[in-house]
């Protein structure tokens, strides 16, 4: 691996191969997306022509002032039996579009066909949901692309070990799925051994320091897991609404768990791979540097990290919850019932995670240092 | 005392055991970022008020924030501001082209259940609340890559005055790399938390993978991911460039005097 995507000045053979296959599978990929209709089962139709039928200026019983448009479409099909024929829509969106919107020529759509006893299809046809799959993978190459110009071989590393997290994820909870048997904090704890071990080797391989900071994120997830278990526990989680979970097919405080669980360990991560090799590389420096200086120095990055990480968690969790927010307030429910309905969970996660965060501070810290003293007797 | 409160509590200790006056310090700062948001939200209830001039405002006042007064005001941390800010404003347009183009406003169909009984003609633009979303979830990380650069560029610069543009510009961005793997895998891990629900639900009914990726749920949830990802990616570059501008900018007006 040595010079991989490293070496700006001389592009080395092989990194000009990767950028080749690199490409090569960039333009295959655009291509297929736009045209893979006949993958779908869904029959799809292509807007080519929309007439804009009705305006009218609505007020909701709750004195929320919103315009609502009826539009007309007609729309090519693109797959199955009745490949290019032409369709009529019909399109109902609102000025605000929660739940609904305009559609433009160009515009593909999943249509649900009704035929006759005579097979001709009924008009107008019903709209399903957009077809997204062109631009969300259009959205990932860009994605692709900026991390590797900016990161290079650190966010060939990034996309690497994301895409394998969330194929482990992905088949763990197959596995849970099929088999109710298992414990999904179970599978939760399985994965999130793989998911330290792969996501820290890929960001600093096989050292002394991934080692650390693998066992302190270990330490600090199970440390801040525990915490947060009793205090819900003890409290008999007084103040949590699960009843603001979506998407629920399970117990939802399992899932609830679980999520917690996943959620922090990046940051715990994050802070364990910083405590370890910045210490690391104290002692590399110095090797005769006293067990105490790095202590000291340890605090001092800890606490310079601390606020950092717990913001980026705050921020993460926190603001998805504002649409809804917006949502409930405009719908004339009670602040205080709004918030709680709304964010109890969220912040709950929040704090959860902020003392994962801080608890694996002193953990990698005595982590490390017990790495350094094994490997200071190892010499 | 509920919940929360506990947990709020746990928290403070640990911060205050650990980080004496700086945990206190991160703490409010928690505390004053959760009053910046909620503020922010209550402004974009008004159908009038255009909520991505709302998100810049809120992004201003969380960077002053973080960056101004857990830290202080210094050359580093204007500079990590600065980058901070025109991150986000390269940010908002992208966001919006993004949103626009894949319709991810609002709410999806399987959201419909917790939104039985309530009314969805609001008057507000669902869009524009998308794109303030995205940038929310981003901003602290885009921060934190800002201010991390900005300082060991700092060190780098006071240590080793000779060095060159180019070679000053290489070593911010080869920090800002370190940072970037760790960084994306904090948010990619904290959405995933967060929707695990969500992926159990696609598992339980059987959602094929063309249903999925067409999805706006999900396709919304990736979208956001991406984004980030590719903030924490931009924001590296650009703080690189503004702090080798100011750095040297500081050197020549020196060596004039």
Redesign the interface.
């Known amino acids: 691996m040595n010079g991989f995507l490293t070496n700006r000045n001389k592009p080395g053979r092989k990194q000009i191969s990767f950028y080749t296959v690199l490409f090569i599978c960039f333009i295959v990929s655009i291509l297929f997306v736009n045209h893979n209709y006949s ?2 089962d869904r029959p799809i139709a292509k807007v080519v022509q929309a007439n804009l039928m009705e305006e009218t200026n ?1 007020t ?3 004195q ?3 315009i ?1 448009y009826k539009q007309q479409l007609v729309a090519v099909l693109q797959n199955g039996e009745e490949k290019g024929q032409s369709i009529q829509l019909v399109n109902e969106y ?8 305009e559609y433009n020529v160009g515009n593909e759509l ?1 249509v649900l066909l009704e035929k006759d006893p005579a097979g001709t299809i009924k008009s107008p046809a019903i709209i399903l ?5 062109k ?2 993978v259009l ?2 190459w ?2 692709i692309f ?2 590797l ?7 060939l ?2 996309i690497a ?2 895409v394998i ?1 969330v194929l482990i ?2 088949f763990a ?2 596995l ?2 099929k088999h109710s048997a298992v414990n999904l904090l179970v599978v939760c704890g399985i994965c999130i051994l793989l ?1 330290t071990a792969i ?1 820290l080797l ?2 600093s391989g096989f050292t002394e320091k991934t080692y650390a900071a693998i066992v302190a994120t270990l330490l600090g997830t199970f440390a801040s897991l525990a ?2 278990f009793a ?2 526990w ?2 008999s ?4 609404r699960y009843e ?7 117990p ?1 405080k399992i ?2 768990m ?10 715990i ?2 802070v364990a ?2 405590m370890s090799s910045s210490l690391f590389a104290l002692y590399e420096r110095n090797p005769d540097i006293s067990f105490q200086a790095i202590k000291k120095s340890g ?1 001092e990055i ?3 990290i ?15 919850s ?10 004339a429910s009670a602040l205080g019932y709004t918030l709680s309905m709304n964010l ?1 969970l ?4 929040a ?5 994962g965060i ?2 694996t ?2 953990i990698g810290l005595y982590t490390t240092l017990f790495f350094i003293k094994r490997k200071k007797a190892g010499v | ?8 509590a ?2 403070l200790l ?2 205050v055991l ?3 006056k ?2 206190v ?2 703490f409010i ?2 505390f004053l ?2 009053g910046v ?1 909620f503020i922010a ?1 209550f402004f ?2 008004s ?1 009038t008020v255009n909520p991505i001039l709302i998100t810049f405002i809120a992004s201003i006042l969380i960077g002053c924030i ?1 960056l101004f007064y ?1 830290n202080e005001v210094n050359r580093k941390t204007v500079t990590a501001f600065l980058s901070t800010m025109i991150t986000i404003c390269i940010l908002l347009f992208f966001i919006v082209i ?1 949103s626009e ?7 999806g ?3 419909t ?3 039985s009984g ?10 524009k ?2 794109v ?2 995205i940038i ?6 885009v ?2 890559v800002a ?1 991390s650069i900005a300082s060991s560029m700092h060190e780098m610069f006071r240590n080793n005055p000779a060095i060159s543009k180019k070679e000053l510009f290489a070593s911010g ?1 080869h920090i ?3 940072i ?22 696609f ?3 059987h959602y094929s993978f ?1 249903d999925i ?4 749920i999900f ?1 919304s949830e ?2 956001l991911i ?2 980030a ?2 903030g924490i ?2 924001v ?2 650009i703080t690189a460039w503004i702090n080798v501008y100011d750095l040297f900018r500081k050197k020549k007006a020196v060596e004039q005097e």
């Open positions: 993958f779908y609505i909701d019983p709750v929320n002032k919103d609502l609102s000025a605000s579009g929660a739940f609904d919107q999943f949901d957009v077809k997204r799959d631009y969300v959205l990932a860009i994605f900026a991390l110009i900016v990161g290079k071989r650190q966010g590393f990034a070990s994301f997290n994820l992905s909870l197959d849970y799925v998911f996501s890929f960001v915490i947060t205090i819900i003890l409290t989680g007084n103040g949590l603001e979970m979506q998407f629920v097919t399970r939802y899932v609830f679980g999520g917690l669980f996943i959620g922090s360990l990046g940051a991560m994050d791979i910083t605090r800890g606490r310079d601390m606020g950092t990480i717990t913001n980026i968690l705050f921020f993460a969790y926190i603001s998805g504002i649409p809804m927010l917006i949502l409930f307030l405009r719908n109890s969220e912040i709950a996660r704090l959860a995670g902020g003392i801080v608890l501070i002193p | 005392m509920n919940t929360i409160t506990w947990l709020g746990i928290l640990l911060m650990i980080g004496g700086n945990g310090r991160s700062s928690l970022n959760f948001l939200m974009m209830l159908p973080n857990i993004v183009t894949l319709m991810i406003q609002g709410f169909e399987e959201e259940e917790a939104l309530l009314s969805l003609y609001i008057g507000v633009d669902f869009i609340i998308g303030s979303v929310m979830s981003t901003i602290g990380a921060m934190d201010i961005v800002g790399r370190d970037l793997g760790t960084d994306t895998n904090t948010l990619f891990f904290a959405f995933f938390g967060g929707y695990l629900a969500l992926l159990i639900w598992k339980d009914l063309g990726i067409n999805s706006k396709s990736l979208a991406l984004c990802g590719t990616a931009l590296i570059p």
